[in-house]
């Protein structure tokens, strides 16, 4: 059951999937509509949009003007570690990882998330967002997008154990082969710092991430949430023509991407340490 604070975080995500549809709709430098504006279309109170609103303003993707209003901020500019179609290996990390699901149901995807998907608007997806826990402790927020005609039977308990990728092989032949993934700092919310035990505003890691299946199908759209006090990502670069592959264990744990099939790749290979606090 999901408790009334974890549906307030849930209710915040969706008002931020609702704006970034909106920034992308829109040119830099555009104007959006104001807060009253928005809670109306909405049907949200001014505290949950104006959560939302800041946590764009943090990353860089709205711009507050005083007495003017809010506008879309200018493009951010986007370097690749490696280019080409063998550029990442999935990232470890230490600890004994869980997970504890806040939220699980059944949704349209909407424009923003079926664009990523490729699938209709209105196409069913299911919608999990999960409190990942390393060694107990909080350590991320995850809300997963997967389309729902691709994980028929799939139940809460199948998300808090094991490993998803593992799971749509095993259960439903699916074999994911890439992902495409981007890293950005951010700060952390009032409801996400509560959920993972941290200050409000606290550093943090915002992962997005789209993965295909070995067909070139997407089958999952995710962002999380990572604390930034415990996390530290190391990037390992080989500069030469081959880069050797290192068989990962499938009980290690990837920031921002579960363990899955593509550790057998060959790829620029990303560590992820868990720090301890301090």
Same mark, same amino acid.
């Given at each position: 059951?999901?408790?009334e604070?974890?549906?307030?975080?849930?209710k915040? %995500?969706?008002?931020?999937?609702?704006l970034?549809?909106?920034?992308?709709?829109?040119?830099?430098?555009?104007?959006i @509509?104001?807060?009253?504006?928005?809670?109306?279309?909405? /049907?949200?109170?001014?505290?949950?949009? *104006?959560?939302? !609103?800041?946590?764009?303003?943090?990353?860089? $993707?709205?711009?507050?003007? =005083?007495? *003017?209003?809010?506008?879309?901020?200018?493009?951010?500019?986007?370097? %690749?570690?490696? @280019?080409?179609?063998?550029?990442?290996?999935?990232?470890q990390?230490? /600890?004994?990882w869980?997970?504890?699901?806040?939220?699980?149901?059944?949704?349209?995807?909407?424009?923003?998330?079926g664009?990523? $998907? =490729?699938?209709?608007?209105?196409?069913?997806?299911?919608?999990?967002?999960?409190?990942? +826990?390393?060694?107990?402790?909080?350590?991320?927020?995850?809300?997963?997008?997967?389309?729902?005609?691709?994980?028929?039977?799939?139940?809460?308990?199948?998300?808090?154990?094991?490993?998803?990728?593992?799971?749509l092989r095993?259960? =439903?032949?699916?074999?994911? *082969?890439?992902?495409?993934?981007?890293?950005?700092?951010?700060?952390?919310?009032? %409801?996400?710092?509560?959920?993972?035990?941290?200050? !409000? +505003?606290?550093?943090?890691?915002?992962?997005?991430? $789209?993965?295909?299946?070995?067909?070139?199908?997407?089958?999952?759209?995710? =962002?999380?949430?990572? *604390?930034?006090?415990?996390?530290?990502?190391?990037?390992? +670069?080989?500069?030469?023509?081959t880069?050797?592959?290192?068989p990962?264990?499938?009980?290690?744990?990837?920031?921002?991407?579960p363990?899955?099939? +593509?550790?057998?790749?060959? %790829?620029? $290979?990303t560590?992820?340490?868990?720090?301890?606090?301090?």
């Amino acid at each position: 059951m999901v408790s009334e604070p974890s549906r307030s975080a849930v209710k915040r %995500e969706r008002v931020r999937d609702y704006l970034m549809e909106l920034v992308e709709s829109c040119a830099p430098g555009d104007p959006i @509509p104001s807060e009253r504006t928005l809670c109306e279309q909405l /049907g949200v109170s001014r505290p949950t949009l *104006r959560s939302a !609103v800041d946590e764009l303003v943090t990353t860089g $993707l709205l711009v507050r003007e =005083h007495g *003017r209003g809010m506008f879309v901020a200018r493009a951010k500019i986007t370097q %690749e570690l490696a @280019p080409g179609p063998d550029a990442y290996r999935l990232p470890q990390a230490s /600890g004994s990882w869980a997970s504890k699901v806040l939220e699980f149901t059944t949704v349209q995807a909407g424009a923003r998330v079926g664009r990523r $998907l =490729h699938i209709s608007p209105a196409a069913e997806i299911t919608y999990i967002a999960r409190l990942r +826990l390393v060694d107990d402790e909080p350590m991320a927020i995850e809300y997963l997008h997967v389309p729902a005609a691709l994980v028929p039977g799939l139940r809460p308990e199948d998300m808090e154990s094991g490993d998803f990728y593992d799971f749509l092989r095993e259960r =439903h032949g699916v074999r994911v *082969r890439e992902a495409v993934q981007s890293i950005e700092p951010t700060v952390t919310n009032e %409801e996400e710092a509560r959920l993972i035990g941290v200050p !409000v +505003l606290s550093p943090a890691l915002l992962f997005e991430r $789209l993965t295909k299946d070995s067909t070139g199908r997407p089958v999952e759209y995710v =962002h999380s949430v990572y *604390r930034g006090d415990r996390y530290r990502i190391v990037s390992r +670069l080989a500069l030469g023509d081959t880069v050797p592959a290192t068989p990962l264990s499938a009980a290690q744990h990837h920031p921002g991407i579960p363990p899955g099939d +593509l550790a057998s790749r060959r %790829e620029v $290979l990303t560590t992820g340490d868990v720090q301890p606090g301090s």
